[in-house]
């Protein structure tokens, strides 16, 4: 059974930076994707990378600021974070599918994703 662990989560000042992993082995079977939940919102897609890492997709809202990239030989997906806002400030999950789709539409459907990771707070705020 695939288990996730995130971890880079932290309290930073707006436009700062923060860097997210995601760990386990066998990673390198799945495509990966990035969540995140902020109190009172629903679960919403930040980013997602393909298995073989050729292809990525990224919300609207992170677009020019979030980078992910995945290391397969070290079996981690990493979300770097740049020019982070408040309105950034949420619980980030990681997941993980073996599902026959795309990154755009696992981004969008996040109940496609079969793994969860148990989340790591972003808090951005000065």
């Known amino acids: 059974q695939l288990q996730l662990v995130e971890s880079g989560g932290g309290l930073v000042q707006p436009g700062g930076s923060l860097k997210l992993s995601c760990a386990a082995s066998g990673l390198d079977y799945y495509a990966i994707g990035w969540f995140r939940q902020a109190p009172g919102k629903e679960r919403e897609g930040v980013s997602c990378?393909?298995?073989?890492?050729?292809?990525?997709n990224y919300g609207d809202s992170v677009k020019g600021r979030f980078t992910i990239s995945r290391d397969n030989a070290k079996t981690t997906v990493y979300l770097q974070m740049n020019s982070l806002k408040p309105e950034d400030t949420a619980i980030y999950y990681c997941?993980?599918?073996?599902?026959?789709?795309?990154?755009?539409?696992?981004?969008?459907?996040?109940?496609?994703?079969?793994?969860w990771g148990q989340g790591t707070q972003v808090t951005v705020s000065s």
């Open positions: 990378i393909s298995k073989g890492g050729g292809s990525t």
């Open positions: 997941a993980a599918t073996r599902a026959i789709t795309t990154v755009q539409i696992m981004c969008a459907r996040p109940t496609l994703n079969d793994v």
